[in-house]
C-alpha cells in the first residue's frame, strides 16, 4: 500500500489536487461542508462516530478495519450518505507494517499540503441490505450498519453510524428508516441502472413505505434487503486482502453474508 492510502470509503480530502470528475468522493465548500449536487435534497445532518467493517462470506464475525477517532458531520441526501471529518484521527486495524497509533503512514502527505480533513460517502446506488447493530457492552448504542456486495471478492465493506447525534435510545433505527425509504425511492426513480425486475420493484416498493419491519431488525443477521444496488470496487488492492486483529461483534450479532441481489459494476474508487 502506498504512504497516501487509505481503506475504503474514507480517504483524506485534497485541496491542492482537486478532481471534480471523482463521483465516488463528496467535494467539499469553503466551510469544509458537503456540496451538494444540482437537485439534491439534504435530509438530515448530524455527528457521529463512523467506522468501516468487512463482513464474512457466511455467518462470521463482523470485522472492524477503520474509524475514526473523533466524530464526523454525516449529510444524508435523497441520493448519498456523505461524511467529513475535521482535524481527525485515523485508526486502521491490522495493516502490517502500521503501528496502531491512529496516525496512518499517509498522513505525512496529508500534512504536507495542509490537509487534517477526511471524506467519504455511499450512494444509493450501491448498499444491498440495512442492519441496526444492537446496542451493546458499556452503554454502546445502536448502530446503523450500510452494506454493499463487492466486486472480486466475497468479502463486503459496511459503513457503521452511531453514537454522538443518534446515542439516544431510537434515534440509529429512526435514521435506518429515513435511509431505506431514501434509498427505495431513489431506485424507484432511477430503475435503469440497473434494471429491476417486477419483484424488485415490489419489494422497493415496500421498502420506500412507513412499515417497521421490526422482524427484520430484530435479527441484525437479517437486516433490511434494498434489491437493484450495484457492486463496489475496494478502491485499493490491498483491502481485498487485510485480516483484522480483533472483532467488533459476535457471530450471532454478525450480518448475513452472501448474495445481495447486486448486479453491475460501479465503484467508489479504482483498483491500484
Known amino acids: 500500500m502506498s504512504d497516501d492510502a487509505s481503506p475504503y470509503f474514507v480517504r483524506p480530502h485534497r ?4 478532481d471534480q470528475d471523482d463521483r465516488g468522493y463528496p467535494q467539499l465548500d ?18 457521529v462516530d463512523v467506522a468501516g467493517y468487512l463482513l464474512g462470506p457466511s455467518l462470521g464475525n463482523g470485522n472492524l478495519h477503520w474509524s475514526l477517532l473523533r466524530p464526523a458531520d ?3 441526501t435523497d441520493r448519498r450518505l456523505a461524511f467529513v471529518c475535521d482535524n481527525w484521527d485515523f485508526d486502521k486495524v491490522g495493516v502490517p507494517g502500521e503501528a ?44 446503523l450498519l450500510l452494506v454493499c456486495d463487492s466486486l472480486r471478492t466475497i468479502r463486503q465493506p459496511g459503513l457503521a453510524l452511531g453514537g454522538g447525534e443518534l446515542g439516544s435510545a431510537g434515534a440509529a433505527r429512526e435514521l435506518l428508516h429515513l435511509v431505506r425509504r431514501s434509498i427505495a425511492q431513489f431506485r424507484l426513480a432511477h430503475p435503469g441502472t440497473p434494471e ?7 419489494t422497493l416498493t415496500t ?14 443477521r437479517r ?6 444496488g450495484l457492486v463496489v470496487e475496494f478502491t485499493h488492492r490491498d483491502d481485498y486482502h487485510r485480516r483484522s486483529a480483533r472483532s467488533s461483534f459476535s457471530a450471532r450479532r454478525a450480518p448475513q453474508a452472501g448474495s445481495a441481489g447486486l448486479r453491475r459494476s460501479g465503484h467508489p474508487g479504482s483498483a491500484s
Not at 15 to 18: H, L, N, T
Not at 223 to 228: E, H, Q, V
Open 223 to 228: 437486516g433490511i434487503s434494498l434489491p437493484g
Open 15 to 18: 485541496f491542492d489536487q482537486p
Open 30 to 47: 469553503r466551510h469544509h461542508r458537503v456540496l451538494l449536487d444540482p437537485g439534491e435534497r439534504s435530509l438530515w445532518r448530524g455527528r
Open 207 to 220: 421498502r420506500a413505505g412507513a412499515g417497521p419491519f421490526t422482524e427484520e431488525l430484530a435479527d441484525p
Open 100 to 143: 496502531r497509533t491512529g496516525r496512518p503512514r499517509h498522513r505525512r502527505r496529508s500534512e504536507q499540503v495542509g490537509s487534517r480533513i477526511v471524506t467519504g460517502q455511499i450512494r444509493w446506488q450501491w448498499p444491498g441490505r440495512l442492519h441496526l447493530l444492537p446496542a451493546g457492552p458499556g452503554n454502546q448504542p445502536e448502530r
Open 74 to 76: 454525516v449529510t444524508v
Open 196 to 202: 429491476l425486475s417486477g419483484p424488485e420493484r415490489g
